[in-house]
């Protein structure tokens, strides 16, 4: 079965402290995945993909096939960075995502 | 370039009413996704238009929500009628990349309550 699962649902981190958010995933096939960002009133954007290997902001994201999973780091924590934080993973050809529950991130000074 | 428009941003009505949600996507933009967050619960799809087509409707929850596309450009989630556990904030995005290898991008949704 297909699965994204997020275990927390809340990470409360200080200003300055390392950040990782986890995610692991259930798929047969080859996966794609994506970290998704919903800062407070605005839209969900895209914030890493997996095929790109980028940082943006500051977060990076490794996938490990080994351990099925796509976690989601920044060594130094942002009050900016609160946000809610989505794992998403494709899983069909045509672009369909499966969402992790979300992470709700809260940097505190 | 304009981005991902829903409208409207938030819809209250009684439970067995009717309710008409709106998508328009980026222009030029083939691939429009609905999907949807009940509350406490994780974003699920619901369906995906290739223009005009239902390409994948697996995940519309029952035949009281019907989805349209409009010459391949706009498109409409019909709630009819609606009930209490269809409360719930429901998103539309939009790619122009059939396969998203560059994602999708994302309206800001209409959170819709049913009282």
């Known amino acids: 079965a297909q699965r994204v699962t997020q275990p927390e649902k809340l990470l409360s981190v200080f200003k300055g402290a390392p950040v990782e958010l986890k995610c692991n995933y259930s798929?047969?096939?080859?996966?794609?995945l994506f970290w998704y960002v919903q800062y407070s009133r605005q839209r969900l954007q895209l914030l890493l993909r997996h095929i790109s290997r980028e940082s943006i902001k500051g977060f990076t994201a490794d996938l490990n096939k080994g351990e099925t999973s796509f976690h989601l780091k920044k060594p130094f924590a942002q009050e900016e960075d609160s946000a809610m934080y989505y794992c998403a993973l494709k899983t069909d050809s045509w672009g369909k995502l499966q969402f992790g529950a979300g992470t709700q991130v809260v940097v505190t000074p | 370039e304009a981005g991902v428009t829903q409208f409207p941003s938030h819809s209250v009505i009684e439970k067995g009413q009717t309710v008409t949600l709106r998508c328009d996507p980026i222009s030029g933009h083939d691939n429009l996704y609905w999907y949807r967050r009940v509350m406490g619960k994780e974003i699920k799809f619901l369906l995906h238009f290739v223009k005009e087509s239902k390409q994948d409707e697996s995940g519309m929850p029952n035949n009281r929500f019907l989805a349209e596309r409009t010459g391949g450009t706009y498109s409409t989630l019909k709630v009819q009628p609606a009930e209490l556990e269809d409360s719930g904030v429901y998103f539309c995005?939009?790619?122009?990349?059939?396969?998203?290898?560059?994602?999708?991008?994302f309206g800001s949704g209409t959170r819709l309550t049913v009282v």
């Open positions: 995005a939009s790619s122009q990349d059939l396969y998203i290898n560059y994602g999708y991008t």
């Open positions: 798929y047969s096939g080859s996966p794609e």
